[in-house]
């Protein structure tokens, strides 16, 4: 698919900050006064921000309030629930830490599940799309997890982030692997793509189109064997592998984390193109682009 700027920014920047909001709703860490006005602010921003974002690649967005209204089928709908019902939850506690009223924070434990609802509903836009094998499969929701995940512990300066990164490396090396096999397993060709395989082999001997049209810029794009491959390794080693060096070495520094936080945030850009530039649709078959 073509990799839109302001999805790959609403998938990466919601995902870290609903990472660092669901952190601190468990309290690791608690932070108190201005630290936690940051903290806090800094999670906030991300998550709206990213919401925002999605809102660019809408042909409507001032339709956008009507995805509240299909939770029951929908799972950018239950998205768009959970994560207001999260950002609701969290305020009292990000009060307490910020002024310390010594609140309850149990809202900040709710909160911190909402946070995994959202991002795993926010994979499940994608995961369950079986015209996108590649998409269709357990790896989706995984590496969005680990991702929130790993990303919240360095925005919050937590020590986890460190068992994270391996688990993100593992996760995103299984999804790249694994899906290069996917649109195969999936057995489709341009003959059951148009169900003429019924009655012999099917080519194409002319494109239905003269010209390009939505669906051929949308929903096939071609990424060269040797750019991928690049782009893997730079994923990988910036999200899950760099990032640990500047922790190790100066675990109790907060400059440290926010290096950390930088060099994974470009990683997961780079994995987060990849995710929808390799992505094979099979309306390609059609136009015997695959």
């Known amino acids: 698919m073509q990799p839109a700027p302001s999805v790959i920014l609403f998938t990466v920047l919601s995902g870290m900050g609903f990472g660092c909001l669901a952190f601190l709703g468990l309290g690791l860490p608690a932070p108190a006064g201005w ?10 921003g991300l998550a709206i921000g990213g919401l925002a974002a999605s809102t660019f690649h809408l042909g409507n967005p001032q339709r956008a309030l009507r995805a509240f209204s299909q939770w029951r089928t929908s799972w950018l709908s239950r998205e768009a629930w959970t994560s207001v019902a999260a950002l609701v939850l969290f305020s009292p506690v990000a009060l307490s830490d910020w002024l310390g009223l010594g609140w309850s924070r149990a809202p900040g434990l709710i909160g911190a599940l909402l946070c995994l609802a959202t991002v795993g509903t926010t994979s499940m836009i994608y995961g369950q799309l079986k015209t996108i094998p590649r998409w269709n499969h357990w790896t989706t929701p995984a590496v969005f997890l680990a991702f929130m995940a790993t990303g919240g512990a360095f925005l919050t300066g937590n020590l986890m982030s460190l068992p994270f990164c ?35 082999e099917t080519t194409v001997f002319e494109l239905p189109h003269t010209g390009q049209n939505y669906l ?6 071609v990424v060269a064997r040797k750019h991928t491959a690049k782009l893997r390794i730079i ?28 060099i994974h945030l470009t990683g997961a850009l780079a994995a987060r193109w990849l995710f929808f530039a390799e992505a094979e649709h099979v309306v390609g078959l059609y136009y015997g682009k695959r």
Do not use: K, N
């Open 35 to 44: 630290t936690a006005f940051f903290h806090w602010g800094l999670g906030y």
């Open 166 to 200: 391996g688990v993100l490396a593992v996760t995103l090396v299984a999804a790249f692997h694994l899906g290069d096999g996917r649109f195969a397993a999936a057995a489709q060709t341009i003959g059951t793509a148009t169900g003429l395989d019924r009655i012999g």
């Open 216 to 221: 051929m810029r949308e929903m096939i794009h």
């Open 235 to 262: 994923a990988v080693v910036c999200a899950a592998i760099l990032p640990t060096l500047p922790v190790i070495t100066f675990p109790s520094q907060p400059m440290a984390f926010a290096v950390a936080a930088l």
